[in-house]
């Protein structure tokens, strides 16, 4: 059975690029979530959704940073232009029913280097 | 999914001994906690989890302990393993956000045989 699959698992980019990471939870979960891991800063909840609507973006940084999910099977995270500050480790995470259960199904992440 | 690196606490065991991780939580009106184990290169795996409403809640090999009083968790891990090593999170659901899922800064265990 497939868990939460991202995608790229790495992506090196110069300043200026945009970014485009991608996530598919796992089926029949309703709530999305996307975290980012630094030293500096540990694991940071960016944004949720539930049933496609975003939810909560206060964790987003700033206005480069964009997410969508179109549909239950597939959400982007987006960064235009990228910046040397938003390398880290950007993981997905997807849930049943989130705070009522608690458990999140993490992917393995996806690895960004801004040059 | 490297773990943060360089200013993680370390607790360091030897194969067998039991270890016991801590954790102190923000805010007081959390009522759900979870922890977490992340291994080099990979995301965050749910190990536990325990309601405001129990102090104490056992696993296989591993315990939670919850005072609500002083914000404190502890996880215990029982014999512990080199595939133990790890780094381990704590995560409170933020009220009165419910599905708001904080995590702490994270301890490093490692197993020495």
């Known amino acids: 059975d497939a868990g939460v699959i991202q995608s790229p698992r790495h992506e090196v980019t110069e300043m200026g690029q945009e970014v485009t990471l991608r996530c598919k939870p796992i089926?029949?979960?309703?709530?999305l979530f996307w975290y980012r891991q630094t030293m500096m800063r540990g694991l940071e909840l960016l944004i949720y959704?539930?049933?496609?609507?975003?939810?909560?973006d206060s964790g987003m940084p700033e206005d480069r940073f964009s997410a969508k999910m179109p549909n239950a099977s597939f959400s982007t995270l987006k960064i235009q232009p990228s910046e040397p500050r938003d390398s880290a480790v950007y993981f997905c995470a997807s849930s049943l029913l989130a705070g009522a259960t608690g458990e999140l199904f993490f992917g393995e992440g996806s690895r960004l280097t801004v040059l | 999914g490297e773990s943060v690196g360089l200013h993680l606490p370390t607790l360091s065991v030897q194969e067998g001994d039991n270890s016991i991780i801590n954790c102190a939580y923000s805010n007081s009106a959390s009522d759900y906690f979870i922890w977490y184990k992340q291994e080099s290169g990979k995301g965050p795996q749910f190990i536990i989890d325990?309601?405001?409403?129990?102090d104490k809640r056992q696993g296989q090999r591993v315990t939670v302990l919850l005072n609500k009083t002083v914000k404190h968790l502890s996880l215990q891990i029982a014999a512990t393993q080199p595939g133990d090593s790890a780094v381990y999170f704590c995560a409170e659901y933020y009220r009165p956000n419910t599905d708001k899922l904080i995590f702490g800064t994270g301890t490093r265990l490692q197993v020495f045989p």
């Open positions: 325990i309601r405001s409403n129990m």
């Open positions: 089926s029949g979960h309703d709530y």
């Open positions: 959704f539930n049933n496609n609507v975003p939810i909560d």
